[in-house]
């Protein structure tokens, strides 16, 4: 069985990184470089179509990762990308008030848009600005249902414990 996992969140919260650190493959990027001065402060490159990764679970499940961009003049993509998806992982800098106040209105897209599971990686928890996962969880006014996972990633344990996270509530679903 193959699933589509749609990785997103807001401009910088590590997407392209979260799914390189997991990846058997190399990721296909669609980087390209930054044009605003506030973006460059940030980082010099970003992702415009979509990253895309794989992990072989086992003989019988392979997960497909599709990273979206996070800008949202690109947010055309979340559309796209979304189709046949089983799952979403909303990954939020944690060290970022913006960034955990964009993620609002991409969970609110892809919520009513897939209404497939989802939970939210709060990355960057290794650093020490970083928001622990339950005051993320009530900044974005979420459902006790909805899990907020901390985070690192550029850390394989870490990221894997969030994709399982996730794995097991879509094994749920589809069930």
């Given at each position: 069985m193959n699933l589509k996992?749609?990785?997103?969140?807001?401009?910088?919260?590590?997407?392209t990184q979260f799914i390189k650190t997991i990846s058997e493959i190399d990721v296909?990027?669609?980087?390209?470089?930054?044009?605003?001065?506030?973006?460059?402060a940030v980082k010099d490159h970003t992702t415009v179509a979509m990253d895309f990764g794989r992990i072989?679970?086992?003989?019988?499940?392979?997960?497909?990762?599709?990273?979206?961009?996070?800008?949202?003049?690109?947010?055309?993509?979340?559309?796209?990308?979304?189709?046949g998806a089983l799952g979403v992982v909303v990954l939020v800098d944690s060290t970022s008030g913006e960034s955990i106040k964009e993620a609002r209105k991409i969970i609110d897209f892809f919520y009513t848009k897939l209404?497939?599971?989802?939970?939210?990686?709060?990355?960057?928890?290794?650093?020490?600005?970083?928001?622990?996962?339950?005051?993320?969880?009530?900044?974005?006014?979420?459902?006790?249902?909805?899990?907020?996972?901390?985070?690192?990633?550029t850390d394989k344990e870490s990221v894997k414990?969030?994709?399982?996270?996730?794995l097991e509530l879509v094994i749920k679903y589809i069930s």
């Open positions: 996992i749609i990785v997103t969140g807001p401009f910088a919260a590590g997407k296909v990027e669609t980087e390209k470089v930054v044009s605003s001065s506030n973006e460059k072989t679970i086992d003989e019988n499940l392979v997960l497909y990762l599709f990273g979206t961009p996070g800008q949202s003049r690109f947010d055309f993509m979340w559309d796209i990308l979304s189709e209404n497939v599971p989802y939970i939210v990686a709060a990355n960057k928890q290794d650093l020490p600005k970083a928001w622990p996962p339950e005051f993320i969880k009530t900044s974005l006014d979420l459902d006790d249902s909805v899990k907020v996972v901390p985070c690192v990633a414990k969030v994709i399982l996270e996730l």
